[in-house]
């Protein structure tokens, strides 16, 4: 099993920026990507980013393109969201997860291990 655990949320105002982290232990070699989703009260969980652990590929939904960068710390088994100008649109509640398939990771059904979450929230 991967275990991931996130950090970095909080409360910040409208155009401004949050780091979070997500840290993975466990079988992490069986990891190929991890991807950052959201959910907001009242509505599915989206999809927010993803990367590849060996090439580093990234992949964004359009709501946050040009606004969010994803990375990773190999060495540290750790990935990172920098999210910048924030929007209260952005409110909710932010779990990284974990996938041993390269195709679909827009998809929530790919992922085998989620987080358990770090409530963001943005006011206006």
């Known amino acids: 099993q991967v275990q991931l655990v996130e950090s970095g949320g909080g409360l910040v105002q409208a155009g401004g920026s949050l780091r979070l982290s997500c840290a993975a232990s466990g079988r992490t070699f069986s990891s190929v990507a991890v991807g950052w989703f959201r959910q907001a009260p009242g509505k599915e969980r989206e999809f927010v980013a993803a990367i590849s652990w060996s090439r580093g590929r990234t992949y964004y939904a359009d709501s946050v393109k040009g606004r969010f960068a994803i990375s990773r710390d190999n060495a540290k088994n750790t990935m990172y969201l920098q999210m910048n100008s924030l929007k209260p649109d952005d409110t909710a509640v932010y779990y990284c997860?974990?996938?041993?398939?390269?195709?679909?990771?827009?998809?929530?059904?790919?992922?085998?291990?989620w987080g358990q979450g770090t409530q963001v929230t943005v006011s206006s």
């Open positions: 997860a974990s996938t041993a398939q390269v195709m679909g990771v827009m998809r929530t059904s790919t992922y085998d291990y």
